[in-house]
Nanobody, 118 residues
Framework: QVRLVESGGGLVQPGGSLRLSCTASGLGISFIDMGWYRQAPGKERELVAR???????DYTDSVRGRFTVFRDNAKNTIYLQMNNLKPEDTAVYYC????????????WGQGTPVTVSS
């Protein structure tokens, strides 16, 4: 059974930083793409950053230069380092992967909430 578990969310002041983690079980992440999405209240879920198994990561324009996605394959974990946070970054952040091969699917974590407020 594939499972994604996020952690690291919380309340932070504008300009602050948080690091989110997503640990996978049931599949190895070394050769698959992983993504971070977010959903703010009343808005659709959007892709924030994608960590590719080969190649450079992708970022949505609103976070480029502030957020960094990286992975530790040995720990089967991806991270989202978020710096210079803004109130508009407030959302529930989700980890996602489509898996691969026999474990192809659409897998989501339970989400971790991030609130940026003074």
């Amino acid at each position: 059974q594939v499972r994604l578990v996020e952690s690291g969310g919380g309340l932070v002041q504008p300009g602050g930083s948080l690091r989110l983690s997503c640990t996978a079980s049931g599949l190895g992440i070394s050769f698959i793409d992983m993504g971070w999405y977010r959903q703010a209240p009343g808005k659709e879920r959007e892709l924030v950053a994608r960590s590719r198994s080969g190649g450079s990561p992708d970022y949505t324009d609103s976070v480029r230069g502030r957020f960094t996605v990286f992975r530790d394959n040995a720990k089967n974990t991806i991270y989202l380092q978020m710096n210079n946070l803004k109130p508009e970054d407030t959302a529930v952040y989700y980890c996602n992967t489509d898996g691969s091969g026999a474990l192809r699917g659409n897998y989501w974590g339970q989400g971790t909430p991030v609130t940026v407020s003074s």
